[in-house]
């Protein structure tokens, strides 16, 4: 639906920093819901940050008071500050969107961290922290 390019990854050692970044083709975040995204191997994607169109936000706990999902429209880029880096984090991350125009609220704050809601994604990029 809507090609998605990240970048930014890389290896850090446990309380360092790194940004995400993921591109769209093309202008969305007046008609689209985005995320991050992380999966381990052999483990399950797990929803790391999310942002409606209004510009609200969910974090997971595990991230919470770390990690700062934002997006630029100027630029059609979502970002991902991850602060206070633990080696737990270490994964491939991902962005993610959805049209979600149509719902409300109440239907986002349900799915916003749940891989299935989402129809585009990037390539990933791998996230390493070293303890």
């Known amino acids: 639906e809507v090609q998605l390019v990240e970048s930014g990854g890389g290896s850090v050692q446990a309380g360092g920093s790194l940004t995400l970044s993921c591109v769209a083709a093309?202008?969305?975040?007046?008609?689209?819901?985005t995320a991050w995204f992380r999966q381990e191997p052999d483990k399950a994607r797990e929803g790391v940050a999310a942002?409606?169109?209004?510009?609200?936000?969910k974090y997971s706990g595990s991230v919470q008071g770390r990690f700062t999902v934002s997006r630029d429209s100027s630029k059609n880029t979502l970002y991902l500050q991850m602060n206070g880096l633990k080696p737990e984090d270490t994964a491939m991350y991902y962005c993610?969107?959805?049209?979600?125009?149509?719902?409300?609220?109440?239907?986002?704050?349900?799915?916003?961290?749940?891989?299935?809601?989402?129809?585009?994604w990037g390539q990933g990029t791998q996230v390493t922290v070293s303890s």
């Open positions: 093309r202008s969305i975040f007046g008609t689209h819901c």
């Open positions: 942002i409606d169109r209004d510009g609200s936000t």
């Open positions: 993610a969107a959805w049209d979600c125009s149509w719902t409300n609220t109440e239907h986002w704050e349900r799915v916003a961290l749940r891989p299935a809601a989402y129809l585009s």
